[in-house]
């Protein structure tokens, strides 16, 4: 380390990178989605920052050294990501509210939470509000339709929202994945429609923060290794009863998002090598299991918060391992 660096700038330089990573994949779903994702954006922002600001004057902390390192804002961007463009503001500020009150300051502050805070707020309102989480919109709209449809002053096109892909699946009992993939609006060509480009996004800047060194590629691999290689063990081509290709499994609903922004974070991940790439490989077992069998249509969130719980244990096996090569 630098004799000009500290910890706190290092972090602040990491949260900036991260959040310069995030472009092509916001930038992909304002493409696809409009307006929508902009307001959910700014929505979150503005939430994690007062959230933040009565904390730090509730228990009288300095206020400018916190807001100023930038985790409040990736917690923010992250979980503004995940949620379904023009969903209520009111879900919005309860996502993010929730999330960093209980997933961040109830253990006080960053650097001591042990679960991830974006998905903690994701989770909650998964299980709070599950009928406005699983509508996606079919196409955006102008910024006017945009504000009616986010503060309720307007009634929604006939068949905007719909169904994602990951729960049209979840609920099929009929249809061949050919005849999803031809039939079905949500369906794209590989996976989600509009969702596969949005995942090819976040994989660039995924793969951007690697080069950059921002996080090791333990916990990434992992993950999305596992995530095929199950989902190929269980695939069952294009029969009515399939559960997805592993293309379709990793180009549908948060997989790179949380592959490279989701449990690469610090703080509530594993910290020893080996212990993150069983961590990322839990996620990635878990996530589809939660897929295909659960009652959730996109297991990311829960699956990175299961694994969370683990992390003690996963550093306990990789230590002593470690001490069985190098006694």
């Known amino acids: 380390m630098s004799p000009l660096e500290t910890p706190d700038s290092r972090l602040q330089q990491a949260m900036k990178l991260v959040l310069l990573a995030t472009l092509p994949g916001l930038l992909a779903l304002f ?43 990736v917690s923010a961007t992250l979980l503004a990501a995940a949620l379904p463009p023009y969903c ?15 997933g961040k300051h109830v253990y006080g502050g960053v650097g001591k939470n042990p679960f991830n805070p974006a998905m903690l707020g994701f989770a909650l309102a998964m299980v709070m509000f599950p009928q406005p989480m699983t509508h996606w919109p079919a196409h955006g709209v102008d910024l006017t ?69 921002v996080f090791a590629w333990h916990a990434p691999v992992g993950m999305l290794a596992s995530l095929f290689v199950v989902s190929l063990l ?48 839990g996620v990635g077992l878990l996530t589809y299991l939660i897929r295909t069998w659960g009652g959730y249509p996109d297991g990311v969130a829960f699956a990175v918060l299961l694994m969370n719980l683990c992390v003690p244990a996963l550093e306990r096996f990789a230590a002593g391992r470690q001490s069985q090569v190098n006694p």
């Open 31 to 73: 493409w696809f989605y409009g307006w929508g994702v902009l307001i959910n954006l700014l929505l979150a922002i503005v939430t994690a920052l007062v959230v933040e600001a009565a904390v730090l004057r509730l228990r009288r902390q300095p206020m400018r050294p916190t807001l100023s390192d930038g985790s409040a804002l």
């Open 234 to 281: 269980c695939w069952n081509d294009s029969g009515s009863n399939s559960h997805g290709s592993p293309l379709f499994h990793l180009l549908s609903g948060a997989t790179m998002l949380g592959a490279f922004f989701i449990i690469t974070e610090p703080v509530s991940g594993a910290k020893n090598a080996l212990a993150r790439l069983l961590f990322g490989v």
């Open 88 to 102: 209520p503001w009111w879900l919005t500020v309860t996502a993010i509210a929730s999330g960093l009150l209980f």
């Open 145 to 213: 339709a945009a504000f009616q449809q986010v503060f309720g002053a307007g009634v929604a096109p006939d068949a905007w929202a719909q169904a994602t892909v990951l729960d049209s699946l979840r609920i099929n009992k009929s249809l061949t994945m050919d005849e999803l993939f031809a039939s079905n609006p949500a369906f794209g060509r590989f996976g989600g429609h509009g969702v596969e480009w949005v995942n090819l996004a976040f994989l660039a800047g995924g793969l951007f923060l690697l080069q950059r060194q």
